[in-house]
């Protein structure tokens, strides 16, 4: 078991060596921004499917609505990226939704950006796996491996277990491991742009006409005419885009110094290419007539028209760079989840075992409950992206809006303060305010359109969405936020009740100890003796008695080896040994309340493990049982045996 | 889960009643035979198994064999029984083979019988659970049920439950529950056998001719002429007749008073009816030329070829009642199997938990381990009976001849005493002595016979069966015991160990006390005073440092609430708490190796289970890891949480 343990994740790290684990730009890149940029395999297909109910109902020209629809997220994406930027400075030790939210809006508003971001890091996980699953399974289309298609979720599994392993090693070792995959997808999905926009340039007359069997629309739509709902409903399907932004401020410290100037470089560039990418693909998705098709990706479908002949390898490029992102992009979540819930177990909300850096400095106990969960979500919706986008990017959105909000009273606050500063100085000076303030007057500027826009959209999405599967979010965060605070109650209350405020001085102790015994041997002929020297006059032996016979010549050789204590023998009419013993304890313990009593438990020790399954484990039960009995103190005296 | 194993087993009962759980000569009729008689169900049919290879390569005369190999069988019977009813007048406390061989022959020659006869119980219940079902299926043949062969294995497992639990309810209950069953199987069969010789005398043109479509061979046989070889084969598998024939003298106690008589008077009746019913169905067989067949077994064949027209109703009765019976028949294992652990257990050959009488004053643990064997076995052979064969009765007539022989020597030992004496008596009165001598002479004799007859046999068996399955019990048996050795010798050693026998008065307990602390609270204070008490100026507290500060924070703490105890700070580069730990308790132990050293824990107690979830378990980590370190004496100090 420890080796198994050893060989998946390698030998322990010192603690000392916590501060040398950083990450350069490009490696950080990668880690950081596969989420966002893997979305592009997806989020054009996602506006695809809501804007096919109206092509189907008759409206040939609906999917020309994909590319302002994708204008429209693109800019939003501008806007959302700006607003980080003022984050990553304002909070350069990490400025996550539940600290900005915390900080500035109060713990309740905190709380609850906190709550849907865990929810939407098992999402990202969940729906980045089973597209990057679809990715493989459509390359193989009309293959003899079409069966594999059947194997979904049993693959979307393996690649989490993988996904978590690599995550467990440590967060060096897997920038490492995802830098090669992210910059060969962007390399390779660039070259796809650029090559299919040339050849539609240069053979305009080579595109074939669109394909409509198998066409598949959004679950949950039916045919209908173009509607502004409508509309909005593949807007919301392709915010999906915009989630994983977000997880560069999460992850500053990882950075090398100087942190938040290499992180905001870092998020500019994958908004940059973000951008690039998603609207290529919808202009391309455009160009091409791709219509979405029940068993292959629209990445997949034009990447097949676009490289034919010598060009036909770089096909299986596209799908295996596409795949690998996607598998990988659950990386982010796995450096995010158990980031967030260390600070949320810090601050009392969450077990405080997930702030326990593991073996490889890295937050285990997050790791692995975030592949559980994103496990069992992809297993319920049968490895289908489609599925679980409804109820992605809520928690996003909310997350976003309670952050940038916050962000605006946070510059707010700053400016005051500078104003007073700026006041005080002045009057001795006699200078112009104006010149000093720009800069946080600029920033709330921002985030009070990064706030106004994120809450447009987040209603948006509720609204277009809501009985798709919005609602298992919207029910979700708020009984994870009751968890934060029943969890937070407990420990106060715990720390509370443990304090050393108010103690008086303790009286001395006044012992009473009972020694339950089995018969008469060296183990508890010892656990007698250690008795005596504890209280040698407060010592009483107890015995169960089973059989008459077996009792009466106990009772004999207590004579010669009891050392003196008192035997009590008590009955036991339905052959229990534990009941009677802890019925006597209570009987005890009634007659001096005041006394502390304490139970010293015989206990032979096998020299092998198989041995005990040769005994009783009658000591063990007694050990549970007296466990749950308040002001008992217990002590095992072992006596080891030998071969 | 509670409430479920009192649905299941009912409420306990006292062990005042044990005396009073005694059957009726019906009820123990009942109980104890159902696997002697139930094996007509299946004998017959497995002679003709192996007489089909010759009938196959031409010789169309060879099921006539059937008659003679039943009727030496029966005389079998008949030697074996007689020779049963000296052991049950020997051992009126229950003579079953172990003990019948242990006290004559010595100790290996006993554990060869226990050994032999817990195997058989297994396979006793795996055939007789197979064969049941298998009647359940023949009579579904033709049906549109006949899907219901495809399930056997699990209606095995379901039935082998359902008398699990029947038993672990207690022998009384079992005896009412098994009653009516084997009345009514002897009831319809003796009727089946008596119509059917009627119908073949009053209308001997009516019988059809044999049906050869499906003909079934035994697995392992290819057609062949006749030889004794066959014979023997065929004799062997019928053999399978006798299992069960030592139920009783096994189970003599449960007997109501003059407990002896009453076994000696139900084995009577017992071999009778087996006896009649067994060759019954071999000359039926023949006389309505029934062949061994693939999906019907032939019981099945016969009895639905007899009742027609207005009469077809009966066989269905026959079915039902055989299929009963048979399932039943399982039942004698599973009063036997527990009895015979429970005395080896009781001889410390097998662990001492098969000696407890559960809550209701059975032996629960060799129900449940026979239930799981045999559930197992059923399972791996797909239900099969007829593969299951060639492992049966290598066993019981191992156990047979070995109890046998054992007489042989008791009525020889017994005789010799007796001759001492009487000629000490006659010398003085000067009577002739033949006459009271005769007693154990005729005795001597019957099991003389018996011995020989049943060895003669287990040679047979060994020879025609060994490549057919034997030779799986051949090499289980002395594994079986070379563990009830490993385990008796463990136990000799342990008591060995554990004697008080040149125990020295123990030198006056020279007290160290560690206190392993996480922090300063009131559990952590309660623990220091408790230490104090124990050894005064003996205490140390030890304190493993994950963080300085925080280590800073605790020493100056320290000076105001530590008691005035010495506290150590130990460092963990690779922060874990156990380990550390254990490494100063290995100091303390090397420097001072002749102390007692007193680990006391801290530990806090939440009020609710699920608030252990919330806390670090290290405590019982370390109680763990502590548990394995030689002559250290664990305490536990808990402090109970309120809410």
Chains 1, 2 share one sequence.
């Not at 992850?251 to 908004?271: C, R, Y």
């Not at 204590?565 to 052959?575: D, E, G, H």
């Amino acid at each position: 078991m420890a080796s198994l343990k050893r060989l998946l994740v390698g030998s322990p790290i010192r603690t000392a060596r916590l501060a040398h684990e950083r990450l350069t730009k490009k490696t950080a890149l990668a880690v950081f921004s596969s989420d966002a940029l893997s979305s592009t395999a997806y989020a054009t297909e996602e506006i695809l499917l809501v804007l096919a109910a109206a092509y189907v109902a008759g409206q040939g020209t609906s999917f020309n609505k994909v590319i302002p629809i994708s204008i429209g997220i693109a800019t939003l994406l501008v806007i959302v990226a700006i607003s980080y930027r003022q984050t990553i400075h304002a909070y350069p030790s990490g400025g996550g939704a539940y600290i900005v939210a915390k900080d500035n809006l109060g713990t309740m508003p905190g709380l609850i950006a906190a709550a849907s971001l865990l929810v939407d890091y098992v999402l990202t996980v969940s729906v980045s796996i089973a597209a990057g699953v679809a990715a493989i399974t459509s390359t193989f289309v009309g293959t003899r491996f079409a069966w594999l298609d059947e194997h979904r979720s049993a693959f979307c599994v393996f690649f989490i277990a993988f996904i978590a392993i690599a995550n467990l090693r440590g967060v060096r070792e897997s920038g490492a491991l995802f830098a090669g995959p992210t910059y060969a997808f962007i390399v390779t999905f660039l070259f796809m742009l650029g090559y299919g926009l040339l050849r539609v340039y240069l053979y305009p007359g080579s595109v074939p006409p669109p394909n409509d069997a198998d066409l598949k629309i959004a679950e949950g739509y039916h045919p209908q005419m173009l509607s502004l709902f409508l509309i909005l409903g593949a807007f919301s399907n392709g915010c999906a885009a915009l989630t994983g932004i977000e997880a560069i401020s999460n992850g500053i410290p990882a950075f090398k110094q100087p942190e938040s100037d290499n992180a905001a470089k870092t998020l500019t560039w994958m908004a940059g290419l973000l951008a690039t990418m998603f609207i290529g693909t919808s202009v391309m998705a455009h160009f091409y007539n791709i219509h979405p098709h029940e068993h292959e990706t629209v990445i997949s479908q034009f990447a097949r028209q676009i490289f034919t002949g010598y060009m036909g390898w770089f096909y299986y490029l596209v799908q295996a760079t596409t795949a690998a992102i996607l598998v990988l992009a659950a990386n982010t979540s796995f450096a995010d989840f158990p980031r967030l819930a260390s600070l949320l177990a810090r601050d009392r909300f969450l077990p405080r075992q997930f702030s326990n850096r593991g073996d490889r400095l890295v937050f285990s106990n997050g790791i692995v409950l975030l592949a559980l969960f994103s496990a069992v979500l992809v297993f319920a919706f049968g490895g289908e992206t489609s599925r679980l986008i409804p109820l992605y990017a809520v928690g996003v959105f909310l997350s976003f809006t309670l952050s940038q909000t916050g962000m605006v009273v946070h510059w707010r606050r700053e400016g005051k303060m500078e104003q007073a500063k700026t006041s005080d100085a002045d009057s001795q000076a006699g200078v112009k305010p104006r010149a000093r303030n720009s800069h946080w007057r600029k920033s709330l500027l921002i985030n009070c359109v990064g706030a106004i826009a994120t809450f447009v959209v987040l209603i948006v999405f509720i609204i277009t969405k809501f009985i798709h599967g919005a609602w298992v979010v919207v029910l979700l965060v708020p009984l994870i936020v009751m968890m934060f605070l029943k969890i937070h109650r407990h420990y106060v209350e715990v720390a509370r009740q443990l304090s050393t405020e108010g103690l008086n001085k303790l009286r001395p102790i006044d012992h009473l100890v009972i020694v339950p015994i089995s018969g008469i041997h060296r183990g508890v002929i010892a656990a007698l003796e250690y008795a005596k020297s504890i209280a040698p006059h407060h010592v009483t032996a107890v015995y169960v008695n089973l059989d008459d016979d077996v009792t009466q010549k106990l009772r004999e050789k207590w004579q010669e080896w009891g050392s003196g204590v008192n035997l009590i023998v008590v009955a036991s009419p339905y052959r229990s040994l534990v009941r009677p013993l802890l019925n006597y304890v209570d009987r005890v313990k009634r007659s001096s309340p005041n006394a502390v009593i304490t139970v010293v438990l015989p206990e032979f020790v096998p020299a092998k493990w198989w041995q005990n399954l040769l005994h009783n484990q009658n000591t063990l039960f007694l050990k549970g049982a007296l466990l749950f009995k308040r002001g008992l103190v217990v002590t095992n005296v072992p006596y080891h045996l030998e071969h």
